[in-house]
């Protein structure tokens, strides 16, 4: 699609139509949002105050921000609801029932692994490379359906330290007010240490894999522009400070000539923004079936799409596990379930919730913005590709069974095009995708990788919209402990067991020393 900079300043009847045509379509999951948009933007403020900037921004983004942002763009009349990745080709479609469809699904599996997204795959993958066993991998959709294929593409290196720290300093300060403030400190510090540190080895865990198994998944490491271009700079230089000292030297701050000649965006020489140097860009969709593919081109994995797990029975030395073909019986059981691990599992209601995003895929988009770049604005992330521009914004809590469940939302896409136009100007876009996707979040923002029941079954979840930080190590990290095998442990239950998260008083917490 040709990329104009021609650009007319809606009038006002437009504006009003592009306001209440927006207004209109407004669902109940935007209304949920906002009061989780109110405390994140104006969290020092009153709950009234709240209210009106609330008020006061809406106004002007119906108003003003939105019709201005979409002067030049367009929308094809039924968008697809597949995501961008997704609309590739996916070798392991239906499988193994569309060669074999009569194929039976085993009985017995040393391991079974539910979900076949960024965790299920590298369960597979970790697992094949040992050649021992049998290991059955099930999907209750499509290989990299859920969030794994419908997320901003980004291999991320973690939370940064310091918003590690933060948020389990807050979580703390209600599971364990035991704990003097100092105590409480210094545990955040060392739950941050052992996030930090094995998302650094996850990362570089992933580029050696690709460059080693010669996986073709689009993978790019420039890095990743994040945060609030206008934003003061007081928390970056802290947080940078903080990852600085504690040895983690990803996460640091640029100057604005920097960040446009990495991004495109005209940000200004006074501004500084973060920089995590070594985050990628990818197809995630991709990788999920490059690691599917090569383990089940083993003898020692299996996988089965369109089987959905209606429940996991422990009967003893076995698992039972229940699906709509059979049933499994396995030693061990690996739930890659995240953000739909609630529906299989109730006791984690309410400890680890579904959280909805949404994203867009336009035709066009700006001519300054650079491919192979993860970037954001203050309220949104977006990316540069050879036909378009993928973008996305959001965080709102839904029902477990709602997670997966895809929602389009006509004012997000408006949204996330108007920051996009604001930053670098008027651009044409065509927009033909619009999708959502459910991220599993815990209450300390920390993941999950241990076992569920002290026994043998396993979970790898609640990664926070940072899956891609976590899963392929956390993957590895099971499966070592599975088959005994020698390595560094990355998970130490004291921070990753999901007792954490499920049974704080009775958690083997770190100590504070």
Known sequence: ????????????????????????????????????????????????????????????????????????????????????????????????????????????????????????????????????????????????????????????????????????????????????????????????????????????????????????????????????????????????????????????????????DLTGIPTGNDVVVGYSQKAATWHPAKWVWSLLSKAVSSDSVSFFSRTRVWKVIDEGDRYAVQTTRGTIHARYVINATESYTAKLHPIFHSKLSAIQTHAAFAEGGPDAMKQDMGMGGPNSWFGKHPSGVIMGTGATHVPPSQAGVIKQSRFLTSFCISEIQNIFGNSRMHVTREWSCTAGFTDDEFPIVGLIDGKRQYIIAGMCGSGSGVHFNGARHVISKILGLNGPDDYPEEFFSPTRILDPTNHCWPTTD
């Open 1 to 260: 699609m040709a990329n104009s900079k021609t650009y007319q300043r809606p009038n006002i009847f437009r504006r009003i139509t592009v306001a209440l045509v927006h207004l209109a379509g407004l669902g109940i999951d935007e209304y949920r949002a906002a009061p989780t948009w109110a405390a994140r933007n104006y969290s020092d403020s009153s709950p009234v105050s709240k209210l009106v900037h609330l008020i006061i921004w809406a106004v002007k983004t119906f108003v003003v921000t939105i019709p201005n942002g979409l002067a030049n763009v367009t929308f094809e009349k039924t968008t697809d609801q597949i995501s961008y990745w997704l609309s590739a080709d996916n070798p392991l479609y239906n499988h193994p029932w569309s060669d074999q469809p009569n194929a039976p699904l085993p009985t017995e599996a040393d391991v079974v692994v539910i979900g076949a997204g960024f965790t299920g795959s590298a369960c597979a993958y970790h697992w094949s490379t040992q050649n021992t066993g049998k290991m059955v991998v099930l999907e209750m959709n499509e290989a990299a359906s859920g969030a794994s294929g419908r997320n901003e593409g980004v291999v991320v290196m973690g939370r940064f330290f310091s918003y590690v720290k933060k948020m389990m300093s807050l979580n703390l300060s209600s599971t364990r007010k035991d704990l003097s403030d100092p105590q409480r400190s210094e545990m955040a510090k060392k739950f941050a240490r052992a996030y930090v540190g094995a998302a650094y080895r996850n990362a570089d865990m992933i580029e050696q894999t690709i460059k080693n198994e010669g996986f073709e998944v689009e993978y790019a490491r420039n890095g990743w522009v994040q945060g609030d271009f206008a934003s003061q700079p007081g928390y970056l230089s802290q947080s940078v400070k903080e990852s600085a000292d504690e040895g983690f030297a990803d996460w640091i701050g640029i100057e604005g000539a920097r960040a446009e």
